[in-house]
């Protein structure tokens, strides 16, 4: 049972993954190949001697070679986000942890800061700063997503430093950076990854909103939230369009939003202690602390 | 002790209130700057002909010609003395232009907000009572694929159903109660998946407490434990959510303004950083900036009137 | 004083917003009436919400179709010959080559029952001028040295001979000076008071406005009774209004849209040329391969035109010849035009040693993304290849227009001046130092400096003419089609539509 | 004994600051607290929970700075040493924990964790004790190595830690609470083992416990904490015998005997004490006068000295001589 | 034997084929009679006591019979248990700090019971809520009654336990180890409190530590591994302890009174876990008498010469707290 709820959407994506990379073996067109005359042909429609599945868009290219080169954007620009601020959000946020005092109040207002910054006005700006690109899509991304992992890595840190285990290594005389590195970090990772994995499924779709509003990958790079937006004149008219991008879109969130709540499930460190032991300190009350779960599953745009 | 509690109740709150104002002063210098690199807002106001000197002209009327330091001076100064400037492409005071797409905003989201609460709330209270059993079933894969649309995609598909095929709901502006429900049901959608997600494992955590074991054992019955136990006990960690799910909103809106022609601060934003109308851009980050630090500064206070512990503690729940 | 007080106003608004929003409604511009109804009202959908209501600041297209039915201009054109025509003015004269004298109608008044005096028409031509209104306007009038009225008469004096001042005051809105003077700018900007065939009713800003007959209009009274303007900026949302009946008249159609229209009983598609003209600039400076004229022509023989025309823009456009249409004074009728020929643009390329050589393309989400890509993908097919920078029209219009011109090799853009005129076209977009010019040729500017200042219409035709024939041969840019404005409306609806996209509801007719 | 000892604190005292309903408060956790362990003595430290033992011991093994007094090392102040220094002594004193589920990183095998102590203080695997020796040492079969902490019972996971403990071969321990989770079969394996590594490998022990029968059996030296303070301190024996603070005396009253006979004794202690005062309200003059039944108005007022009361013991009451609570 | 007011018989609590937890419970008291249940962790004996009052897991199946007064208490409805819990049988759980509704009022926590249990007047629940509280040894107790959890001591959070739990008037308390959290202080004041306020009623006290059984218990029913080892009258168990595993627990505590010299006696190796227990006495791997017979599971059968009842192959005829299980083995 807990096998089938990773395994199950872990192929799904792994299915993703693999037509992302074969795009060029399996696409049955150039998904850039432009042909004016045969525009706008519903699904199943054979134009010029072409069948295409899932018809064909505004300047006439097949909508499915489009969806299967889409998905390297998607997971490409997904991927390389949840790495990007989550390697840079757990780094402030354990550093926050760790050092506490005024670095760790800077740290946590400048997460503020981020947070109360309207995503689309960071997007323009930064696209507007930096130029237009994915990389730059993945760093306006980032900028928007790290306080959510600076936020539960920070709590986490303040949670473990005062384990046992870490108070153990500081009074065997480890340094900080000994500590952080092999007993805080470790701590904190599968928090992240928990995390990350949650956040997967989130920045796909945001990766689709900043094409859909024009400033991720450039045209004629295919991707499902430019596809979406350009869907969306023709929804009454040609309604493959949006249809077809937003399922694959929808399926990848979907899935790996369940992938995501099985990680959770396996790892949330409060699923594996045994409460039992927890009880038994003398004059200990539970900590008034917000459930895991909040922080985990709260944020999401 | 009433007025002790009250008084750590404000002193902990002056605390926060400091550290917002921290935060609210660094967003709007971030912005301020950023902005000026961005673009130049005489640029696209000029008419397609302009000159250079036409251009040059424009931008000294507008006064961004002047160093950036002495900009950012003049902004500050004038936003001491409640001046939000005025809008380079409505001739509006900035503040009035926002004053009157306010409600707007605040109808939909707080539609959304109703909307998204009440089912996510009840949902996830359903889900969790009833464990493994069928309306649990029923209802995780409604959860799970209102989690997985986005809402641009959401908003075009109740767009093509109930507008372009049956005709049965305006798609777009404001006019009346019935223009009302595709925009908000489009920016519920995401969010009564996540709040019924959290309440669900919210109401699990609760159920797994000693406390709820001590009323069980005083014979107490479901209706007894929701109402007397949980009811207040899962309201922190929801009020922690639906705090997010408020910013969650009015971020959403912007995509839900868009497309359902909605005439609120997030369209008012996208059409303000689209022609680069700098003090309209600021003066919504600023507002923007306020609502979230107010919506974080209300949970607090609810936060140390729903659990006696935190005025005691002198901390909330969370970082 | 009144800003704080506006500060207080704000909080208190803003907290008692989220209480009350939830039971009662936003305060609303009073209801817009359902489309049809009593056949004397009509709802029109537009793309977006006027920027403003002030005649003297912007003058987009949306604002332009609202706003100049509340006021009067002071010249016409015709719709049909484009010729320009009385408006406020009855009639003008040039006493030399910088002073224009208007006789003004006599007898307008304002809707607040105030008379129309040429003092009111020369303010509206000063506040456009004042550097502290910060007009958008402000460069169209750059000629303008003064603007006096006494009585009826209104004196324009120029700083020189001005060919298109004519042009632009067919542009210009006549505003009540002693209103405007009273209540502020920001005041009648929302609340505008004019002489137009319409008067104001009330506004959902970003939503609405209502207009509603001016009954004592000087004109021949309109048949439509009340209008409400509906920003509606999706496409498919409009071509839903008009399928539902939501709205009678629907602006900015694409072509797609319109073929879907044509289908649907009860509506039909209003089309007409209009001044603005697809075009491809290079960058002769700085643009790489671009630099290289043969590129330039192999570029040009690359494009598809036709299959443009027909294909994407499903007819609604017209074929052009140089970077100008047929509508604007000056047009050089006599030019060959370009061709499409996709062996010898290869060749071409070939020959410049170009091939597989990158040029960066620079647009903006506001230009057609479907055009850009045909033209891209066209491009290629000759052997370059194509990156689009994709940026909003801020970045675009900074990179652009940077004097470094660093903006890329090749541009895609939508050019109007609203002047029907070559000089608005030939002069910013390819005059040496201008802002949107990356080209530069001393022969070409010479003709330009001087048509500029030429009042006789046959020799600035021929200044014209030699001057584009310049372009062509440099191509420093590709005229790719003329555009159409395109409405999608009710079959009832009778109305002509225009080449300066003149939404007057006035000259609108509603079959009951 | 005249000799230095090994651990000495002087007028060791830990204050925080607290935030209550009434406002920001100084919470004395330790106060003046002289103590000394010579090497190779276990010097316990009993009394309620709140009684600032544990913050003691965190104290003594450098683990919080002390708002005042010091803390020696072999007559090196521990707070006044660099960092580095401060680091490179701590392999002299050693910390085991309550929790055993706490105190082990869950994610590092058994052979990393105990030889994570050489490796940060860059000491040669050659010299250092072996990850054999020390299971060895701690009774524990060398395929123990490669296991987990969760593979592991709690005494199991408790003899690890003090493995740990002794890895660096420090001079002294401190236990704090070091075998209260532990359940009682599997306590007496783990008190055994730390008698045992006491005697053979000569190490001193703070240990601090709730549970005077422990205490009784494994220390030397026995220090009675209340609200902060030492009360009363002396030779273990002597103190259990002929306790002279009634505070001790009341405390080894109400200590639950596995026996019949002792019920009604220890209830009537017990009662009689009520409860312990918030750590914030600390009396004036004596500390233990709300709860003491001799307490009369100079306990309230004058605070006793803690001075020697005979047998090598000290204790802080003006009636040590004569007080007798709990007969 | 009609003078027992509960009487368990056979108790078993099963997760599943192989996963017995309790295997065979029974135990009887008289009114006013506390029975102790000793064992270390992991025996079972909070598992039984949840069963009890239909409090175990959801998973876990329940067998065996459980009459109070006559009452059948296993296999109930929910809804027949609701009538049951807190009105006939009543819970002191360890820890009062989670066991208690943090959000509620120690008052309003107490009221609740009597709310549940048909006392409509809210001014009469009020007024027994604080006389309950006084009774329970709060001070100023119409006050504390106001109060949240997290505004008292330990010991007093105890005391609001008990008090909830005397609110129904019940026949049976079970207290789950109610003193293990708290100071030696405060436990001798928390049971004495428990012992002169359930003269009416019969408790199950629950608790691992010897010094308390000696404290509180009339009766004493050792488990082990989910069995019962040995039970009997307290003084019989504590003097004479007949299974070898009730001698070990006894030997290796400590005694505060006598100065001890030499190692203490420990009981090797570990409790078998759930899953790993076999037909065989649980006990035998630990035993320093096990035999082949050990194989085989030993009934609980009377003791010669006693009232005690011990599950035994080769019970233990020693006297008190003599050591009767070899030193450690090393």
Known sequence: MRNHRTLVPAIVIALYVLVALCAPLIAPFDPNHADLAARLSGPFATTHGHFHLLG???????????????????????????????????????????????????????????????????????????????????????????????????????????????????????????????????????????????????MVVFEASLSFIGLGVQPPTASWGS????????????????????????????????LGDAVRDRLDPRRRVPRRVRRRRPGLGEPAAEPITTALEADHA | MRAGAAAAVCRY????????????????????????????????????????ADIAALRHQLGLDAPVWRQYLDYLGNLLHGDLGYSYVQHEPALTLITQRIPYTVNLALAALVLSAVLGVGAGMVMALNRGRWPERVLTPLVLVGQAMPAFWTGILLILVFSVTFNLLPSTGFNGFDSLILPAVTLASLSAATIARMTRGAVLEQLDRDYIRTARSKGAGTARLVTRHLARNISIPILTVLALEVANLLGGSVVTELIFAWPGIGQLTVQSVDGRDFPLIQAIVLLAAVVYIAVNFVTDIAYAVLDPRVTTTGKAAGP | MRTSRNLRMAALIATAAAALAA?????????????????????????????????????????????????????????????????????????????????LRSGVKFSDGTPLTAADAAFSIQRILDPKFASQQNANFSAVASATGSGNTLTITTKYPSPTLLSYLTTLSVVPKADVQKVGNAAFNLHPIGSGPYTFVSSIPGSQVVLKRNDSWWGPKPQIKQVTFRAVPSGASRVADLKSGKADIADSMTPDSATQLTGSSGLKVLSAPTERVSYLAFNTIKGGATNDPKVRQAISMAIDYKSLITNLEQGYAKPVNSVLTPLAEGYPTGLPGYTYDQAKAKSLIQQAGAKGKTIVMATSPTYDPQIVQAIQADIQDIGLKVSIQNTDQATYLKKVQSPTHDWGSIRFGQWSCSCLDADGVAYPLFHTGTIWSSYSNPQFDALVDKARQTIAPATRTQLYAQAYGILNKDLPGIGLFQIDAIYGASAKLEWTPDAQQSFFVADMKLAS | MTTTPLVEARGLTKRYPVRTRTGKRILTAVDAVDIAVAAGQIVAVVGESGCGKSTTGRLLLALERPSEGTVTLQGRDLNRLSAAELRRSRRDIQPIFQDPYDSLNGRMRIRQILSEPARVHGIDPAKARSVHDLLDLVNLSPDYAERYPHELSGGQRQRVAIARAIALDPKFVVCDEAVSALDVSVQAQVVNLLRRLQRELGLAYLFISHDLALVRYLAHETAVMYLGKIVEQGPTETLFTDPRHPYTQLLLAAVPRPHLGSRLRRAEAAVAMGDLPSPLDRPAGCVFSTRCPLADDRCRTEEPALRPVGNGRTAACHYAETADVAA | MNDMLLDVRDLRVSFGPGKDAVTGLTLRARRGETVALVGESGCGKTLSALALAGLQPREAAVSGSAE????????????????????????????????????????????????????????????????????????????????????????????????????????????????????????????????????????????????????????????????????????????????????????????????????????????????????????????????DRCRERPPLGPVAGGESAVACWYPEHGEGSSRTVEEATR
């Open chain 1, 56 to 202: 064909t868009d505004g300047l006439g290219r097949d909508v499915l070679s489009r969806i299967i080169y889409g998905s390297r954007v998607s997971l490409a620009v997904a991927a390389a986000t949840v790495l990007v601020s989550g390697a840079f959000g757990v780094t402030l946020g354990v550093v926050a942890g760790w050092r506490r005092g005024w670095l760790a109040a800077v740290i946590m207002r400048l997460a503020d800061i981020a947070l109360s910054v309207p995503f689309f006005l960071l997007a323009i700006l930064v696209v507007a700063v930096l130029g237009p690109s994915l990389v730059n899509v993945v760093i306006c991304l980032s900028l928007v997503r790290w306080p959510r992992y600076t936020r539960i890595a920070y709590a986490n840190v303040l949670e473990t430093r005062e384990r046992g285990f870490v108070r153990g290594a500081v009074a065997v005389g480890a340094p900080g950076r000994w500590i952080v590195l092999r007993h805080i970090l470790p701590e904190v990772a599968p928090l992240a990854v928990v995390v990350g994995t949650l956040e997967l499924g989130l």
């Open chain 2, 13 to 52: 709150l002056g605390i926060r209130l400091g550290q917002a104002l921290i935060a609210l002063f660094g967003v709007t210098t971030a912005v301020f700057f950023a902005l000026r690199l961005s673009g130049d807002p005489a640029q696209l106001l000029a008419p397609q002909g302009a000159s250079q």
């Open chain 3, 23 to 103: 039971c009662s409604t936003p305060p609303s511009g009073g209801t817009a009436p359902k489309a049809g109804s009593a056949g004397t009202s009509l709802t029109a959908d537009l793309a977006s919400y006027p920027a403003s209501l002030d005649p003297g600041l912007q003058y987009d297209t949306d604002s332009y179709s609202v706003y100049r039915n509340i006021f009067d201009q002071l010249l016409r054109r015709d719709p049909k010959t484009n010729k320009i025509v009385p408006g406020l003015a009855t009639s003008w004269t040039q006493k030399d080559p910088k002073t224009w004298v208007f006789t």
């Open chain 5, 68 to 291: 109070l007064g006559g009452v059948q208490l296993l296999g109930r409805t929910e809804r027949q248990l609701r009538r049951i819990r807190g009105n006939l049988v009543s819970m002191v759980f360890q820890d009062a700090s989670t066991a208690l509704n943090p959000l509620m009022t120690v008052g309003a926590q107490i009221e609740e019971v009597m709310a549940i249990h048909g006392t409509h007047d809210r001014r009469a629940r009020r007024k027994r809520s604080v006389e309950l509280l006084a009774a329970v040894g709060v001070p100023d107790a119409a006050n504390r009654a106001r109060s949240h959890p997290h505004q008292l001591s330990g010991g007093m959070r105890q005391r609001v336990m008990i008090a909830i739990a005397l609110a129904g008037s019940p026949d049976l308390v079970i207290a789950d180890e109610p003193t293990t959290a708290l100071d030696v202080t405060v436990q001798a004041q928390v049971l004495a409190l428990l012992r002169e306020s359930t003269r009416d009623a019969a408790v199950l006290f629950i608790t691992h530590d010897m010094g308390v059984v000696a404290e509180i218990a009339d009766q004493v029913v050792v488990m082990y591994a989910g069995t019962v080892v040995e039970s009997g009258p307290i003084a019989e168990v504590l003097e004479r302890p007949h299974h070898p595993y009730t001698a070990a627990l006894l030997a290796s505590v400590p005694d505060p009174d006598v100065p001890q010299a030499g190692e203490l006696p420990t009981i090797p190796g570990r409790v078998p876990p759930l899953g790993e227990r076999d037909a065989g006495c649980p006990f035998r791997d630990r035993c320093p008498k096990s035999q």
């Open chain 1, 227 to 258: 596809m979406l937006s350009d869907g969306q004149q023709y929804v009454a008219s040609a309604w493959w369009l949006a249809t077809f991008p937003g399922l694959a879109l929808f399926g990848l969130v979907l899935t790996v939003n369940l």
